[in-house]
């Protein structure tokens, strides 16, 4: 169940390289326009910026959500994703405490219905959708996965998702909606806002990375332990737990991308 990986050099140059053009479109709201008008924060918030390969057909897609502890970030689109032959769009959504939870999970599924429901139109394939995050990011995406009712708002099975690819995402419910309720930080809770409280074998195929395990934050590698272990009992076969030995909480995410890009890849291979 557990991968520990050591030396990353090797890994990541064997990545191809694509001698492909992009084009950057920034902003795009995800809510509807009446939405948008209705709630200014939403409006000032909820935007997506697009990162699409231009003149090819059928590319993958990554939804790539920001960390900064659900109450800070930025949209970004990572340098790792970039010239890879894949689409990458990147997401704000609202923050704690301005709002609370749900708030910023539904945001998260609000992005990724739309790009359900728009990717088409710039050449990609709605079969090809990878959702993926680091650290809070990771957390937005593995409840939009598993956790099936937000999605289903939009008339999108959550299950229509080619992969769930979390970087060092909570699987407890999350450090900030338990600060909301007054909750300490050690109190683990497993609640409706909590990934593993919506552990299912019929879920798209879950890549877990984490750092290593004495240098992450609080019990985080040991959290998607956890989850791996829960899901595969529960049957679901398509698994994966990698740690990443000597990389801290922050620094995982670089050496954790071509990983993402082999799933991507492998499960590309599979679609064939």
Known sequence: MRKILIIFIVTIFSIPIFSQEYRLENNIHYYDEQTNKSNAYINE???????????????????WFHGGGLTGGQKEI???????????????????????APKYIEDAAAASAWVFKNIKNYGGDDNKIFISGHSAGGYLAIMVGLNKMYLEKYGIDANKLAGIIPFSGQMISHFTARKEKGIDELDARIDDFAPLHFIRADAPPLLLITGDREKELLGRYEENAY???????????????????????????????????????RIEKLKK
């Open 45 to 63: 918030r909820c935007v997506l910026d697009i990162y699409i390969p231009k003149n090819i057909k059928n590319f993958p897609t990554v939804i």
């Open 227 to 265: 989850m791996a272990r829960m899901m595969k009992l529960k049957g679901h076969k398509e698994t994966t737990l990698y740690e990443l030995q000597g990389f801290d909480h922050g620094g995982m995410a670089h050496p954790a991308f071509p990983l993402l890009l082999n799933e991507i890849k």
């Open 78 to 100: 990572p340098e790792e994703l970039k010239n890879k032959g894949v689409a990458v769009i990147g997401v704000n959504y609202r923050l704690s405490p301005k709002v609370n």
